[in-house]
């Protein structure tokens, strides 16, 4: 069975660099050529926001509105992939999950997901 | 971005009641639609995607139907365990984008 599992700081100063990485366990992301690996994140008590999604191939795609901030990678040979993201703020506090997606156009439903983890972002 | 619009926000209701919730896109999206259910510290489920086809594992209490710009999540008799915030999914448009949510709470 597939699963996911965040990994990356608890805390972040304010104009820092935050960076997550997501290990993928039960299954191959260079085996996975059906499927795009991505990040979607939840400030507090708020709703989703997708971030970025990958291919195994290092194909990417970012939200319009992070795009300039983010980075997204893949590293098949350790079966992960990471997030960075750059000057960061305390708007950047959230939640931060990693998922898997269907690569087929339009099947952008996400499953299944890692558990997430909380950055804050904090001086 | 295509706004999604859940309503409602908040909904009460017992154990066996028949729910219905909301999602209405800014624009047409086709049939290009997922529901989330999530409980409190938890990530996300997917318990419907392409507006109408139930995920495997997800009991058949919920039905998802719709489409265009107006979708409904049902939930034909609530089991206690479906008390938690149901979110709707665009994936019509790039960026793809979520509905503010829907809590559903026990009565």
């Known amino acids: 069975q597939l699963q996911l599992q965040e990994s990356g700081p608890g805390l972040v100063k304010p104009s820092e660099t935050l960076s997550l990485t997501c290990n993928v366990s039960?299954?191959?992301?260079?085996?996975?050529?059906?499927?795009?690996w991505g990040w979607i994140r939840q400030p507090p008590g708020k709703g989703l926001e997708w971030i970025a999604s990958?291919?195994?191939?290092?194909?990417?795609y970012y939200d319009p509105s992070l795009k300039s901030r983010v980075t997204i990678s893949i590293d098949t040979s350790k079966s992960q992939f990471s997030l960075k993201l750059t000057s960061v703020t305390a708007a950047d506090t959230a939640v931060y999950y990693c998922?898997?997606?269907?690569?087929?156009?339009?099947?952008?439903?996400?499953?299944?997901w890692g558990p997430g983890t909380l950055v804050t972002v904090s001086s | 971005d295509i706004q999604m619009t859940q309503s409602p926000s908040s909904v009460s209701a017992s154990v066996g009641d028949r729910v219905t919730i909301t999602c209405r896109a800014s624009q047409g999206i086709s049939t290009w639609l997922a529901w989330y259910q999530q409980k409190p510290g938890k990530a996300p489920r997917l318990l419907i995607y392409a507006a109408s086809s139930l995920q495997s594992g997800v009991p058949s209490r919920f039905s998802g139907s719709g489409s265009g710009t107006d979708f409904t999540l049902t939930i034909s008799s609530l089991q206690p365990e479906d008390f938690a915030t149901y979110y709707c999914?665009?994936?019509?448009?790039?960026?793809?984008?979520f509905g503010q949510g829907t809590r559903l709470e026990i009565k």
């Open positions: 039960g299954g191959s992301i260079s085996g996975s050529s059906s499927y795009y």
């Open positions: 999914q665009q994936g019509n448009t790039f960026p793809s984008t």
């Open positions: 990958i291919y195994y191939s290092g194909s990417t």
């Open positions: 998922a898997r997606r269907p690569v087929a156009a339009h099947h952008v439903w996400f499953d299944p």
